[in-house]
């Protein structure tokens, strides 16, 4: 069963930076797409982006593209989410999510396992 644990969310001024850090145990990680999305209160899960297997592509929402990156090491079975700029409406608590499907997806419902969450809040 794979376990994955949020970590370095808090709060920030708009501005700032913030990196979080999801640990996975269990599986193989190296063989997992690994994603992060993020819920605001009062509104629907949104996928914020991706990283493959190897680490060779990313992809981004929107409204993250620029300010978001995504990276991973395989070694430690860590993903990291490395976000600047941040706005008071990147505001949310964000998961990690793992997918062992060979297509990488945007999409929540293509992720077999989540964190827990940490929540990330952007003061104006």
């Known amino acids: 069963q794979v376990q994955l644990v949020e970590s370095g969310g808090g709060l920030v001024q708009a501005g700032g930076s913030l990196r979080l850090s999801c640990a996975a145990s269990?599986?193989?990680?190296?063989?997992?797409?690994m994603a992060w999305f993020r819920q605001s209160p009062g509104k629907d899960s949104e996928f914020v982006g991706f990283?493959?297997?190897?680490?060779?592509?990313?992809a981004y929402a929107n409204s993250v593209k620029g300010r978001f990156t995504i990276s991973r090491d395989n070694a430690k079975n860590t993903e990291y989410l490395q976000m600047n700029s941040l706005k008071p409406e990147d505001t949310a608590v964000y998961y990690c999510?793992?997918?062992?499907?060979?297509?990488?997806?945007?999409?929540?419902?293509?992720?077999?396992?989540w964190g827990q969450g940490t929540q990330v809040t952007v003061s104006s």
């Open positions: 990283i493959t297997p190897a680490g060779r592509t990313t």
């Open positions: 999510a793992a997918s062992t499907y060979s297509t990488p997806s945007m999409y929540s419902r293509s992720y077999n396992y």
């Open positions: 269990g599986g193989t990680f190296s063989s997992y797409t």
